[in-house]
């Protein structure tokens, strides 16, 4: 699920740039301004996103037909395996890597990002012809809502992707409430890079056993609003630990409701 730029040359895939910034920049802008050759450009508000609400949070997850209508209009049918990347080790690529492969789509990281490439870039846009896409269901069994993490949180392991300052409620740039789920762990997604790259699937392993993972099919995974928590979920995957649960609304949801906030360490 993860490929390094040297295996590009030899795959047939189609290329997305998923950039997106949280302080407001546009990854559109930055996709045309230089883009691997080919790469079509992914809106993760639009593509990958329901309308943001205080009750689903700000990137609910689409609904599947949503999905299918906006993979179609950018020319990915369900037989084209999906490269994706970004400028941020993976953090917003990671997000449409996860929701294809849990329908089963093959989907991988660029590790590195675009930062990896060593060739010229491309500018403008990148239109492909578009194609049908059918509508899969999302499994039920890929996410938990905000009732069952609240539970899970007491007997299982939830993990929180954000960095360790938002997570100990120390700042909050953008949602209601600082703080954590209580009982969460807090498992920033940098952590898993090392210089931009994902660390071996050995040293991950050894990561998030030290957080208490050994069958991720146990772990609940969360962030801000379901973005960077993909790339939690992806590592523990590459690490060998298997697939663990998406819980979408994130603190964005969590913090918008009158649910207690943990904070510090």
Known sequence: MIVDVGELP??????????WYLDGRSG????????????????????????????GGRHPLPTAEHFAEAL??????PDDAVVAYDDSGGMSAGRLVWMLRVLGHDAFLLDGGVQAWDGPLETGT???????CPV?????????????????AGSGIVLDARSPERFRGETEPVDARPGHVPGARNAP????????????????RDHYESLGVTDAAEVVAYCGSGVSACHDLIAMEHAGLGRGRLYVGSWSQWSATDRPAATGP
């Open 72 to 77: 179609g209009a950018l020319g990915i049918g």
């Open 10 to 19: 030899r795959l047939h895939v189609v290329l997305c740039d998923v950039r």
């Open 126 to 132: 990148v239109e492909r012809s578009a194609v049908d």
């Open 189 to 204: 997604f940098a952590a898993n890079l090392d210089g931009g790259r994902f660390r071996s699937p050995d040293e991950l």
């Open 28 to 55: 559109r802008e930055a996709h045309a301004a230089g883009h691997l050759p080919g790469a079509v450009f992914v809106d993760l508000d639009r593509d990958l996103t329901a309308p943001p609400s205080p009750e």
């Open 136 to 152: 899969r269901p999302w499994p039920d069994d890929a996410f938990a809502d905000i009732g069952q993490v609240a539970g899970h």
